[in-house]
């Protein structure tokens, strides 16, 4: 079995910064990609932050410049460093991550979310 479990949301200001985690764990032969979408109220789950397992990235428009995602292979790990935050950054964030396993080829599993709410 695997499981993704993230951390490090909360509340912050404008302006603030977050850093979230999401590790993974459980019987893993290999991540191919990792990812972070959100869903805020009343919108549909979009795509953050993409990365690779060579560690190429891609990044939703309204986060370039803000946002950055990395990984730590050695301990099935992604992060997502957030900057400048913005009120309409508020959403439930969650983890993606594309696993191989002794069980599956490739088989996408998420996290259950962390609020990241942006407030004064």
């Known amino acids: 079995q695997v499981q993704l479990v993230e951390s490090g949301g909360g509340l912050v200001q404008p302006g603030g910064s977050l850093r979230l985690s999401c590790a993974a764990s459980?019987?893993?032969?290999?991540?191919?990609?990792m990812g972070w979408y959100r869903q805020a109220p009343g919108k549909e789950r979009e795509l953050v932050a993409h990365?690779?397992?060579?560690?190429?990235?891609n990044y939703a428009h309204s986060v370039k410049g803000r946002f950055t995602i990395s990984r730590d292979n050695a301990k099935n790990t992604v992060y997502l460093q957030m900057n400048s935050l913005k009120p309409e950054d508020t959403a439930v964030y969650y983890c993606?991550?594309?696993?191989?396993?002794?069980?599956?080829?490739?088989?996408?599993?998420w996290g259950q979310g962390t609020q990241v709410t942006v407030s004064s």
């Open positions: 459980g019987s893993i032969f290999r991540i191919n990609a």
């Open positions: 990365i690779t397992s060579a560690g190429s990235t």
């Open positions: 993606n991550a594309d696993v191989i396993s002794s069980r599956y080829s490739g088989f996408d599993y």
